[in-house]
């Protein structure tokens, strides 16, 4: 039987060593300026040039395999259903704004990590959270 192939008892599969593992990355916003605002405007243009650039950067990622667009952090509307009635309120669930997010693909949860630290929001005010992709169907 070859390297990496196992048989069960009604399939066969294949396991490879370079399979990735996936994960989500939320990107919080946090207190990092946005383009228009007082602290955008308090940045230097070497700072903005440089936001600008890591998130080309970013997206050029091979790993990347999906990108949500930019969400807007203050334009929020969060949703529950309590009693059968849908009630609706203008803030983020939990009080921490969301500015976007991406699918990634890495090797293990430590390229995961370094890439996140790539991210503005994770040196700027903000943060990333990291989340491994669960198959459950």
Known sequence: MAAGCHIGAAAFVMVSKEQKMQFVLIIYHGTSPLPGSAGWSALTEAERQRMYADYAEINQEPG??????????????????????????????????????????????ESA?????????????????????????
């Open 64 to 109: 990347v395999t999906l990108r949500l667009p930019p969400l807007s952090p203050g334009k929020v509307t969060t949703v529950q259903v309590r009693d059968g009635k849908a009630e609706s309120k203008n803030a983020p669930h939990l009080g921490e704004t969301i500015g976007g997010a991406f699918a990634f693909e890495a090797e293990n949860i």
């Open 113 to 137: 990590i370094a890439f996140a630290a790539r991210i503005p929001q994770a040196r700027m005010g903000g943060a990333v959270e990291i989340r491994p992709v669960e198959k459950y169907f």
